[in-house]
């Protein structure tokens, strides 16, 4: 029991939805108010439920991964775990001090020092001041800032601020940890020096709460995962198994309904038009889910007013964030539109896949490698997700999973 | 009320960083620096003398006006400014509001001590004054500082609740100035109490600041006790107020982060 760090029992949190922007003002309220005591009919405030009924508890050197899709819920438990907030109802403790990476560098004044807003940032996460100035040459060669100490961060680079800001967070040694999305700021080398004080923490037994949407990062670094789903546990566990539930439900949940279709020069020339993308398994099955060595068939449906000898068509696969992961093109010799075609196929085999598991989504375009435009570009036209433990319980991290053995020499 | 005491203490180095910050952003870039806090009271002090004592002929108990209004001036400069600055304190940090905990007291009194500031450099002028017009400090001088404490209390008061009431309703930013401007003619800064009509005089001086200001003017430059009477009545409206505001601002508190 007293290695509990973190409880929630039954935590919900219920916004009232205002029809303008976030300040009411008083006329509003007077109006409801005299329009209720002569008996009007007030229309009724809607209420929204951003978390219902949330319950888990964390010990000692567990690191809980967080996912959910965007507008589950997830910013709101943190806000309401950071103390920014309290739940509705329900009831929810902490033991030990509590850090956060997820608003670094929110306290800083544009007009103070560097140094004066260490102080201040330091303080306002509720480090005292004689540890701020016994730890102040740590953070300062953390944030790698020291000739720019003394001037107003006025005049620093974003990189800079955002290296004092997570040098100051990071050094205010919670015992339980928030932490979002902090993969996906920074230059390479600051993200090595964020993902080695992560596993320094980790090594110190700390609590972390670890929320991406880099799914893999998750299955890395938690030792439990939680999702959720408009604002309920949908289910909290092992990690791999968590995962997996979660990418069935993505791979369901988004069809191709969202898919845009956007060309360029859509009132120009547009000889080119992609009618329809589909995906198919092996035996041209249609298929979403793919085992991370399977095969995968993409068949591109167009048409072509004219002939269009230069044209080349492409397929680009692009992470949930909009990062490109890679692509495949067409080799303008072999498909060639010499005349006008009203509609005519073609296809793509991916073959073996070689993405780790993962929720992914494909870009399909037409484009004249010339001038660089689009003929047509499909964005997301198609969803594609691979599920890696169907053939082997191989791990390996990041997108790629690398065809790989390992074998024992002596 | 234990608990506000207790955060306060606790946090005592967030607030003093948060009272160092709000001073010197607010000098930095100004030729003129810290010379302003001088020049606000200084500026009323001159047409203070000009309208009330040159044109209207307003009494002023026997002292130099620009001394008796000099005396009042600095202290009501200080109560104006922590009310407008402790009442917008909460949505000027909003950002930090609402990304961050801290114990949200922590930026009031931080207005409170920042207003400390510009109220000591207002004084050295008042000192030159006293000194130029010959008039000696008493021992009642002393009574200055349990009369500050009374107003930083009545202060802190009035901005947890106004301030809770701003990330709410953004009218009481339109209402501040008027509703100070109002409560300095109620307040005896241009004029002496003894010119209110004897049947108006337990009304005045329900104005908790009425028998604060009367109180620095008699301890500074007449050399009397205050009005004790009165600065009871004060003092009991002091806690009746602070008495609403702590539950309420705790209450508050802790959904700012929702609706500012």
Known sequence: ?410 | MRESILNIVQHWDLISNFARRDIKARYKQTALGLAWSLLQPLSMMVVFTLVFSLFAKVPSDGIPYPVFAYSALIFWTFFSNTISGGTGTMVANATLIRKIYFPRETLLIAVLLAGLLDLGVASLLFAGMLFYYKISLSLAALWVLPLLLLQFMLSFGVISLTSAAHVNFRDMGHALPLVIQLWMFATPVAYPISVIPGWLRPFYLLNPMAPIIDGYRRALVLGATPDLPALGMSMAITAIILGVALPVFRRTARTFADVI
């Open chain 1, 1 to 410: 029991m007293f290695d509990t760090t973190i409880a929630l029992s039954g935590v919900s949190k219920q916004y009232r939805l205002r029809r303008g922007w976030y300040v009411t003002s008083l006329k509003d309220e007077m109006g409801r108010l005299a329009a209720r005591l002569l008996g009007h009919d007030v229309e009724p405030r809607e209420d929204f439920w951003a978390l219902r009924d949330v319950s888990f508890s964390l010990k000692r050197g567990e690191v809980l991964g967080l996912i959910g899709m965007n507008g589950a819920g997830k910013s709101t438990l943190l806000k309401i775990l950071s103390k920014v907030t309290v739940p509705t109802t329900g009831s929810f403790m902490t033991n030990g001090r509590l850090g956060s990476l997820i608003e670094i560098g929110a306290g800083f004044h544009q007009d103070l020092t560097g140094r004066e807003n260490v102080f201040l940032n330091g303080s306002i996460m509720g480090m005292p001041r004689r540890e701020v100035q016994r730890k102040f040459d740590q953070i300062v060669a953390f944030a790698e800032v020291e000739r720019f100490i003394d001037t107003p961060i006025k005049f620093y680079s974003s990189g800079m601020l955002m290296r004092l800001g997570f040098a100051v967070a990071a050094h205010t040694d919670p015992d339980i940890l928030l932490i979002d999305e902090i993969l996906a700021v920074g230059d390479a080398s600051f993200q090595a020096k964020c993902l080695n004080k992560l596993a320094e923490l980790k090594e110190q037994d700390k609590t972390i709460i670890l929320v991406s949407h880099y799914l893999t990062n998750i299955t890395e670094h938690s030792t439990k995962v939680l999702w959720i789903d408009h604002g309920t546990v949908r289910m909290l566990g092992d990690p791999n198994a968590v995962v997996d539930a979660y990418l069935e439900h993505v791979s369901v949940d988004m069809k191709t309904e969202d898919s845009q279709h956007e060309a360029r020069d859509s009132d120009g020339d547009r000889p080119i038009s992609i009618l329809d993308v589909t995906l198919a398994d092996a035996d041209e099955q249609p298929e979403s889910r793919f085992d991370r060595e399977g095969t995968a068939v993409i068949d591109v449906t167009y048409t072509a007013s004219r002939p269009v000898p230069g044209a080349i068509f492409g397929v680009s696969i692009v992470d949930l964030h909009g990062y490109g992961l890679g692509g495949v093109v067409t080799d303008p010799d072999s498909v060639k539109i010499t005349a006008p075609v009203e509609q005519a196929v073609l296809r793509l085999t991916l073959s073996p896949l070689l993405f780790n598991k993962g929720a992914y989504t494909l870009d399909v375009y037409a484009l004249d490698p010339k001038t660089k435009r689009h003929y047509d570009l499909r964005r997301r036209a198609l969803r594609l997700v691979v599920d890696g433990h169907r053939s082997d319980s191989r791990e390996s991290t990041g997108y790629i999973f690398y065809p790989h053995r390992w074998e024992q020499l002596k």
